[in-house]
């Protein structure tokens, strides 16, 4: 359709039109279809009237007949209707095969840990889907989510609004990343009273530097913190080099190495601090599109394995679990 036409007939208008041609009459086809007569005659005169030519000619005397141009419409019309129907089985799956497009947002902190995966692996199972990825923060991908501009976020669950159905992809809670030469490296776990003296690398990000505070705060301990950095890799980066300790979420997909290779040790707290989730969201009011559905199931089956903190290794320090590394995603206290 060219830029600024609007069509001036409807589906249902080319059906009941389309179905015409299989009856002589009109009364006829009036019956089957469940309408008047009067009412059938009038709505192909509407039809007509938008098209700006004459399609049938009704007499009850000679039955019904299509002009040459209503012959030529009803072929067309056909084929706008199949083609309607093909579209509404591709987008639905109905058809075997999921076809369109999914817009999918993702929080920021953890893009890089989940992203990857799910756009190498996700198109090897469904082709026909089209994926648009937005990144943001939680203040960004809401009201997106609430406007219908996207279909599907991924977020922490945590001071989620109320109104949002959500599914859990995976279980996460705080570790501490320290230097892989720390002496508390060799500990299974790390206790926050263990760390508040030692210097601290701040992801400093909303609501990141205000929920580590209540997570010190909570154990009635301060953090002595050395330096804000406001990016995840600067934080990876410095702890790598020694000069400090971070505080981070568990994530999948990521090596515990910084952005220069150096190697970092990742120790779950004991006791556990700001468990949560990571969880696909959608509005509460409206139902996940087929697409959006086959997307979120792939991410619980590709990122769903439960959290979990390795034995040692064997060099006596216990190391992460295959494919779980620090998130440096918001740190919050104990969930209500």
């Avoid at 995840?232 to 702890?239: G, S």
Wanted: charged content about 20%; hydrophobic content about 40%.
């Amino acid at each position: 359709m060219k830029e600024g036409v609007v069509a001036r007939f409807t589906f249902r208008q080319l059906e009941l039109f389309v179905a015409l041609t299989d009856f002589p009459t009109l009364s006829e086809a009036a019956a089957s279809l469940h309408f008047s007569e009067s009412a059938l005659s009038q709505a192909i005169t509407r039809l007509e009237g938008s098209v700006g030519e004459q399609l049938c000619i009704r007499r009850k005397s000679k039955g019904l007949h299509l002009t040459p141009a209503g012959e030529y419409f009803a072929v067309r019309a056909r084929e706008l209707l199949g083609g309607a129907e093909d579209l509404l089985a591709e987008m639905s799956g109905a058809s075997g095969e999921l076809k369109g497009p999914v817009k999918l947002g993702c929080f920021a902190s953890f893009a890089a840990s989940v992203l990857p995966a799910i756009l190498d692996g996700f198109p090897r199972q469904h082709p026909g889907v089209s994926v648009e990825v937005v990144v943001g923060t939680h203040d960004e991908l809401l009201p997106a989510l609430q406007n219908g501009r996207l279909d599907l976020a991924i977020v922490y669950d945590m001071e989620l609004p109320t109104g949002f159905a959500r599914q859990t992809i995976y279980e996460t809670e705080l570790q501490a990343v320290l230097p892989i030469d720390h002496p508390l490296a060799r500990q299974d776990t790390v206790d926050l009273a263990q760390l508040a003296d030692e210097p601290l690398i701040m992801y400093d990000a909303s609501p990141s530097t205000a929920n580590t505070h209540r997570a010190f705060a909570e154990r009635g301990l301060r953090p002595r913190i050395v330096a804000n950095m406001p990016q995840i890799i600067l934080v990876q980066a410095l702890v790598g080099r020694g000069l400090g300790y971070g505080l981070l979420m568990a994530r999948p997909n990521w090596a515990p190495v910084s952005l220069e290779g150096r190697p970092v040790a990742v120790r779950p707290l004991m006791p556990p601090s700001s468990q949560t989730t990571m969880a696909g969201i959608w509005p509460g009011n409206l139902t996940l599109n087929p697409r959006a559905r086959a997307l979120l199931d792939y991410a619980v089956e590709t990122l769903g394995t439960p959290w979990r903190t390795a034995g040692p290794t064997p060099g006596g320090a216990p190391g992460p679990a295959p494919g779980q590394a620090p998130d440096p995603g918001p740190v919050q206290g104990p969930r209500g």
